[in-house]
Structure formats: C-alpha cells, structure tokens
C-alpha cells in the first residue's frame, strides 16, 4: 500500500532503535495506524520538528504490514501551538484515542473532531471544556458506545444514566448515580453547550461513561489536572 | 556456526547496550575475550559495584553513590537558584559550558501520560517539598522544547508560583552560526515571537 499526502496527527512517538520513532497516527481516512519515522531522530533531520503531537500535517506512507514506513511529511494546513493547561487536554485526547480506537478502522468524523478541538483548543481563550466533550461524544459514537440520547427527555426529570440502557426517570430518592438533568441531557443532544451552568454535570457523565468502558485502568493524563494541589 | 554455552550468554548480555545488535555484540565478545581480557574483568567490576552503589541523590534525584551527591553538598553553590532538567546528561552539558552556580533538579524523564509517566513518576513531590522547604528565589526550567516538555515546564510552573517561586524559561531560538533560512518555521518563528530589545 502507498498513500501520498493524508492529513494526520501524531498521536503518539517512542524512540525506535537509534535514530528512529514508532509512532502512533491518526489519519483521516485510515484511522489510526502505526509507522516507523526511520532517522527521523538524527540531528539535523528535517522531520524532527515536525514529527510531535498536535501538529497538522500531511504524510505519505507505504508498507504492507501493520508496522508501515513514513515517506514523506510536510506541514498542514493549521499550526497549533499549545500552551498550559491546553496541553494537558490534548494529552487527554490522545490518551483517549489510543486507549479505545482499534488500529486501521478510518473514522473520517473523528478526525475532523479531533483537528476541529485542536483548533479551538488552541484559538480560545475560553473554556477548554465544550471542545473535550464534543470529541468525547464522538469518540464514543464512533467506537460504539454513543451517550443515548434519543429517549423522550424532560428538561426539568432528573434521570439516573445507565451505560447500557440510557437515561432513566428517577422519582423520589435514590442512590444511584450518575444523576444527570434533564436540560443537561438535552444540550448534549442538541450539541449545545451555550450553558456553562451545565459544563460539571456534562463533564460527570462523560467520565462516568467513559470510565466504564475504559476497563476501570484509569487515565494518566487525568494526573496532570487533578494533581495540580501539591 | 553455534557458539559455547557461556560465550552465546555474553553476546546476548552485550545486546542490553543501546545499538549494539548480534554482530557487534559478536565483534565486542571477541575482542574482550581475545585482546582484552584484564580490561573486561575490570570492567564486569566496575559495572557490578556501580549497579549495586548507585542510586539517586536525596535531593537532586542526580545519580550519586552518596545520599547526597557532591554538587548539591557543595557549600558554594548558589542555593537560591534551581535549575530543572530532564536527565543527568543535561546536568553534565549545563556544567561544562554555562557559567551557572546555583543547584540542580533532575527528572529523569518528562510527562508523557501515555507512557505511564506522571509527576509522581517525575520525583515532583520531592520538588514540591523542595520549593516548600528550602530558600529558593528562582527555579529556571530548561526541559526540552517538545510538547512533553513544554507540559512538563507548564505543570511545574504552576506549582513553583503556588509557593510564590519565581520561574524562568530558558530561550530558545537561533543558533549561533545558523543562517536563518536553514532554519525550521517553529524554530524561526519563537526566535521572532521572542526576539529582545538591544
């Protein structure tokens, strides 16, 4: 196979033999792959600064196994450069991506969610949290494991969220949980999210949903976040 | 051709160094055995008494024989500075060629969430401790300038100011006797983003 010029992004790299990177790519219409950047960890290689998460570029690649050969690179169409806590959430993103995308499935709106969170990652001064839970409810659609959200909803219910069944009416006191409103529900439906009133109970469910189908193995990158008291 | 028993164990011992394969591991076995063999008992020494008694300075995380290494012993550094790497070698090339006098903190690494390494990982509690304890002015990050890097610093950032630690980066940008169109775009463009007044 000998693909020329697919937009992609690193989504991972780790030092292969001397002077080369394995790397992890998500590209747009062959999802995730692996490739080897061979010498690409030479001083003076051209590549080296190209090669690092976040960057928009454009690779050509060939090869007939899973492990196939990186031929050329060249910058895309969008320089990101992130700083602080952006890059956390970036590293959020890639953790999540590596953790539950499976190797050479395309999941061409994915992609386009992911380059599109980057982008407002890194242009917004605003909050970093409707960029993450957009492409949270994408991953999870294009994996299988879509938030339901297709029932009946009442903005003022409250509803207990099963993982397997959906929402669920809650009436009178229960301890189950996640308990999630109605509203919530609905701007998540409606991919509103114009309400920063609703961005801890969104960001609740998402974890909640995502935990379970990360095997309970908890995300590293959740680390740098929460760890910021010592 | 099979080797002995003893000399196929010494080839596959070499191959633990980084970019020593089967044939150079061949060609290094041979030598020892048919040149060398006082400098390789030597050698096997050194490397058993160095794996047994080195371990990491209490203080600056720095490889060191002793609890604590010399360079942070050391009375006439400046201990109101701190200055933050990723690895012993960054140390050694911070010695040999700046005039820097104050300490060191070593990572050994860089956040890199997907490989398992978190601040824990990073020996961070013990810099935390560290800005906590000790009478430091200003901590100086000089990790890498990849986006591990670059986390690193951010994260570390963050907890040297909630200690009211004053911090610096340290520049990056053209390198002398670069000519500016050899230079890669993210390169050029910090160099022109933080250019100073002269």
Redesign the interface.
Known sequence: MRVELQPAYIIHRRPYRNTSWLLEVLTREYGLIALVAKGARRPGNAWRFLLEPFNSLLISFSGRNELMTLTSVEPGEYRTQFVGDKIYAGMYMNELLLRLLHRNDPHEELFSTYMIALNELDSAADSIEPPLRRFELCLLREVGYGIQLDHALDANVTYFYDVEKGPIEVSGPTNQQPLIHGRCLLALAQNDFSNAELFVEMKYLLRHVLNHYLSGKPLKSRELFTGKKI | MSYSPLLQQLIDALRCL??VGAKSAQRMAFYLLERDRKGAVHMADKLQEAMQRIGHCAICRNFSEEKICALCANKKRDSSQLCVVETPADVVALEQSVGYRGLYFVLMGH?S????????ELG??IL?ERFKQEDIKEVILATGT??EG??TA??IT??AR?NGVSVSRIAYGVPLGGELDLI????LSHAMNERKSV
């Open positions: 980084p970019g956040l969430p997907l490989d398992g390494i978190g601040p824990a961070l509690n935390a990849t986006v670059e986390a951010h994260y963050e907890m909630g890669d775009s993210g390169t």
